[in-house]
């Protein structure tokens, strides 16, 4: 049987990177034929979050920002299911047994760690270094078929998969099937606005590196106008583009919000400045990110609708999760108490 999952963390506002890059694939496979059978599992990831220090108060309020993210993107309650993390505690349980399997040289090949501790390592958080336990132990525990996220995630997903194997092996059982990833299209990764050898991220300091799925007209404009770019006209080829990233980005950022491609913009674009491209960039991205602004709007004004869409995801999953972990638990060798 397929099975989707997968999530996002509750840190910050959502930005374009990741509904290019994921939550729009999430609606796509929702309402594609051949997964209409396939459970489909969005989680709220705010176990994954609090590995960096987070108020509390703003960690409650932002996953019931995100859940909403996720409804106003498409993401239809009646066919999937949405929920924190946290309530399900089988994650966490998971990732414990999962995380007594996992080889130290494994998590040390983890470059988003790297990345994230910086130079600062012998400080960082145990949670921090054992995150792509946790997110395996997300994945597994549902025996997820597919997870489709963006590209920088693939490294955590090759983990998950080889969790998957060291499981089975480890107990001699064939439990865990392999999660294939999917990782949709030329927007598998949008970079930062500012510099397009970064990716666009949540915690990078200035919002001017992002556009918010929040950000009413004017501020997408201005960040469009502002982005960085070259004195140069818009290339010929997709090869000229490519050695140009901050160009790139913008040709790929309008290619996914008018659902065609690098090479279609192109055939539009090339030979104009950007002083033609951005307005046209910018006047598309607010047609097509106003209605989704405008509805997370709604929701956030009628909490009692987002409470039940929480609720009635979270009994779901919990049911399913406590019917695997039984079996895990009896595999592993725990004793059963009434
Ligand atoms: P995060 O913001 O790290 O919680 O990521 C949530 C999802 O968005 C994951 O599937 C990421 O792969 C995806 N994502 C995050 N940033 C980007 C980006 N700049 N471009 C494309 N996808 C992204
Ligand atoms: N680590 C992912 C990110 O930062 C979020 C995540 C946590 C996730 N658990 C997951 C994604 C399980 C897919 C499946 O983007």
Not at 46 to 69: E, K
Not at 156 to 172: C, K, T
Not at 313 to 328: F, P, Q, S, Y
Request: glycine share 6%; net charge negative; with cysteine.
């Amino acid at each position: 049987m397929k099975r989707i999952f997968s999530g996002v963390q509750p840190t910050n506002k959502l930005h374009i990177g990741n509904y290019l890059g994921a939550i729009r694939n999430w609606v796509k496979l929702q309402d594609d034929p051949t997964f209409a059978d396939a459970e489909k599992i969005f989680c709220v990831v705010d176990l994954h979050a609090i590995t960096l220090p987070q108020d509390p108060v703003a960690l409650r309020q932002n996953v019931r920002d995100i859940a909403a993210a996720y409804v106003a993107c498409g993401i239809d309650p009646a066919k999937a299911s949405i929920f924190p993390q946290s309530a399900v505690a089988a994650h966490s349980e998971l990732s414990w047994i999962l995380g007594c399997i996992t080889p130290m040289g494994w998590l040390n090949r983890m470059t988003q760690f790297k990345e994230k501790a910086g130079k600062h390592r012998e400080e960082a958080g145990l949670g921090l270094y054992s995150y792509p336990v946790l997110m395996a132990a997300d994945i597994l525990l549902y025996k997820t078929s597919h997870v489709p996220v963006g590209e920088d995630q693939k490294q955590h997903l090759e983990l998950a998969r080889d969790l998957a194997g060291a499981f089975n092996r480890r107990y001699g059982v064939d439990y865990f099937p392999l999660p294939e990833p999917i990782i949709m299209g030329e927007g598998a990764r949008i970079m930062n606005l500012r510099d397009g050898t970064q990716k666009m991220s949540k915690s990078a300091e200035s919002d001017m590196t992002r556009i918010n799925l929040t950000d009413d007209a004017d501020t997408i404009a201005l960040k469009i106008r502002k982005a960085k770019t070259d004195p140069d006209p818009l290339p010929e080829t997709i090869e000229a583009l490519e050695k140009r990233p901050e160009a790139d980005n913008l040709v790929t950022i309008f290619a996914l919000l008018d659902d065609t491609s690098r090479k279609d913009v192109l055939s539009r674009y090339s030979g104009k400045m950007f002083s033609e491209f951005k307005p046209a960039l910018a006047e598309l991205a607010v047609e097509k990110l106003s209605p989704i602004s405008a509805r997370m709007r709604e929701l956030q004004e009628h909490p009692d609708a987002l409470n039940r869409i929480l609720i009635e995801g979270t009994e779901k999953v919990r049911a399913l999760a406590e019917k695997d972990m039984e079996e895990i638990r009896h595999i592993v060798g725990f004793t059963k108490m009434a």
